[in-house]
């Protein structure tokens, strides 16, 4: 089966830019994460959407960060403007259903570079 | 608060037996989750573990005691292929996975 699909792979943009990454899940998978990872850290849920809804955006730095699921398929992160310390590696991941043993399946995600 | 603890870098030898812990302090507990992150890559599932005692799964071994909230992972006969950092993730009472920082696992031949 098709993995989940991420864009882009790498980008590289200066402070105050804007960049937007996208995300395409499993198909049939009714839920999606964003996270973020830091060199030498464990990922940090950013977003997790149930279909096209909002289920936790708690960690969300929404002066900055959006993030849109419209069709409750694939999925769009946009940062503006940009900071240094977003230089991360951002991850989707998708889940048939979450709860019990459901694993999460991880894009290749974005590696982004803030200058 | 809820933290997860796992060491930064371990160092084993090719061929032998490493054993990478996990200890959590979660709310609430619905599952533990293993997972493998080569360098430069995303993470992929190892192991599940929801109820106390050994999961088995080839090469790869995870613990669970909910008591003592405590995990570990076991690599038998290591490859220079496990390189890699090794995740543990915990499901907490609203099926929010918290996730350690993650073990570096270096092998040497």
């Known amino acids: 089966e098709a993995g989940v699909a991420q864009s882009p792979r790498y980008k590289i943009i200066e402070k105050r830019q804007s960049v937007a990454f996208w995300c395409n899940p499993i198909?049939?998978?009714?839920?999606l994460y964003w996270y973020q990872q830091i060199l030498g850290q464990g990922p940090k849920l950013l977003i997790q959407?149930?279909?096209?809804?909002?289920?936790?955006d708690s960690q969300l730095p929404k002066d900055r960060f959006s993030a849109e699921r419209l069709k409750g398929v694939d999925s769009t992160l946009k940062i503006q403007p940009a900071k240094l310390e977003d230089s991360a590696v951002y991850l989707c991941?998708?889940?048939?259903?979450?709860?019990?043993?459901?694993?999460?399946?991880f894009g290749s995600g974005t590696q982004l570079s803030v200058l | 608060g809820q933290n997860i603890d796992q060491p930064t870098e371990m160092t084993a030898t090719e061929g032998a037996i490493v054993q990478i812990n996990c200890t959590y302090q979660t709310s609430g507990f619905n599952g533990l989750f293993w997972y493998q992150q080569h360098a430069g890559e995303a993470p992929t599932f190892l192991s599940y573990n929801v109820l106390d005692g050994l999961e088995e799964k080839g090469r790869f071994s995870s613990f669970l005691s909910r008591s003592k909230g405590y995990s570990y992972l076991l690599l038998k006969e290591l490859q220079m292929k496990d390189s890699a950092s090794y995740l543990c993730?915990?499901?907490?009472?609203?099926?929010?996975?918290?996730w350690g920082a993650g073990t570096k696992l270096i092998i040497k031949p």
């Open positions: 959407f149930q279909n096209n809804g909002v289920v936790d």
């Open positions: 993730a915990v499901r907490d009472s609203n099926y929010q996975l918290i």
């Open positions: 991941a998708s889940i048939q259903k979450a709860g019990g043993s459901e694993k999460l399946f």
């Open positions: 198909s049939g998978h009714a839920t």
